[in-house]
């Protein structure tokens, strides 16, 4: 054995410890690595779970602004719905308002068929909701397209007015007795009864109207009939109905398509003069 020669125990104990210490990183690095590995899964599922919370409150924010859409839409059709309040000084008001619609309605809001000037409905004791939503509407140009003549002649007499004083003369109007339409054609009430059968849902059997805020259906019965004709023939023709804030005349628009030309409509105006008798 030459003295440079090592023991072989020496030899051995090197191996075994470059082994050993070999071993040792190894498991120190699968250990740190697992850590790793169980650290980044758990940060994952953490982001995961948040996601879901946000996801899930984002949801409840959302059903809860869609509900309260629906609750405020329900009500404003309710408050349309709604009579307007009527104390005698709104009435009071209102009458002295009306002077200036008069001139075309008649005195006492008979309507007028005045050959020298327009011919306008008459709109004593219309429901107040009705008149004041049409005169907000003609005020706010939502009834009264281009080419709707009358509409836009009264327009400028409603202009100026405040909501306060549309409630007034609405309920002013509401207040006097109706009077009875006057008539200028004739057409066929046996025909026109079954044309009415459509009409049915939303105006009544007798076209009394129906003022439930999922309807806010005018009475028919009380107009005369070359008013109705002209009125179908704006919603046909899309003069009246078609403005995308005209939720109501939205949906009068469509039953008027039903009527296939001229002669219908007077004939269903015919058997709608009937029901008013
Ligand atoms: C220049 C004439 C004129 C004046 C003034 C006038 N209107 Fe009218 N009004 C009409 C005409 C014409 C119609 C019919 C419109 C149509 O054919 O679409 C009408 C329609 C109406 C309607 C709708 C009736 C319905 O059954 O849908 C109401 C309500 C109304 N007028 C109220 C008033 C009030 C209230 C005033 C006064 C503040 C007034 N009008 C002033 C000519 C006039
Ligand atoms: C889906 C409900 C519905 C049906 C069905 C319906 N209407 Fe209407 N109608 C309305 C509503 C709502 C209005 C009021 C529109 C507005 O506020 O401008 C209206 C308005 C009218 C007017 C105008 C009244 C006025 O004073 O200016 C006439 C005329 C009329 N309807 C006739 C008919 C006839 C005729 C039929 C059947 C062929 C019919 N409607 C079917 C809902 C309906």
């Known amino acids: 054995m030459s003295s440079d020669q090592k023991p072989e125990s020496w030899g051995y104990g090197l191996t075994w410890m470059i ?26 599922k953490a982001e995961k779970e948040k996601a879901t919370t946000l996801k899930k409150e984002m949801l409840a924010a959302q059903t809860k602004e ?21 104390s005698p000084e709104d009435i009071a008001m209102g009458k002295t308002l009306y002077a200036t619609c ?23 004791g219309a429901p107040a ?29 409603v202009m100026n007015l405040t909501d306060k004083q549309i409630k007034q003369v609405s309920v002013y109007l509401e207040s006097l007795k109706p009077a009875d339409p006057k008539h200028t054609l004739k057409g066929d009430a046996a025909k026109g009864k079954a044309l009415y059968i459509t009409c049915v849902a939303c105006h009544g059997d007798k076209g009394q109207g129906n003022n439930l805020p999922a309807i806010l259906a005018p009475p028919v019965n009380n107009l005369p009939d070359w008013y109705i004709v002209s009125q179908l023939k704006k919603f ?16 009068m628009a469509p039953m008027a398509m039903l009527l296939p030309n ?16």
Request: charged share 20%.
């Open 19 to 44: 082994t050993i210490a070999l071993i040792a990183m190894v498991s120190i690095g699968v250990v740190k690595l697992r850590a790793t590995a169980i650290h980044s899964s758990e940060h994952l």
């Open 66 to 86: 869609t509900e309260a859409k629906i609750a405020a839409e329900k009500k404003a059709a309710a408050e349309a719905a709604k009579p307007p309040a009527a």
């Open 102 to 124: 008069a001139a075309c309605h008649g005195p006492e809001g008979t309507g007028s068929l005045n050959p020298m000037a327009i011919k306008a409905p008459n709109i004593a």
């Open 129 to 157: 909701w009705y008149t004041a939503l049409q005169i907000a509407n003609m005020k706010h140009g939502i009834r009264g397209a281009a080419g709707d003549m009358e509409a836009m002649m009264m327009r400028p007499m």
């Open 236 to 251: 046909k023709g899309k003069l009246r109905g078609a403005h995308p804030k005209d939720l109501n005349g939205m949906k």
């Open 262 to 277: 001229e002669q219908a409509m007077i004939d269903v105006a015919e058997y709608i003069k009937s029901l008013s008798k």
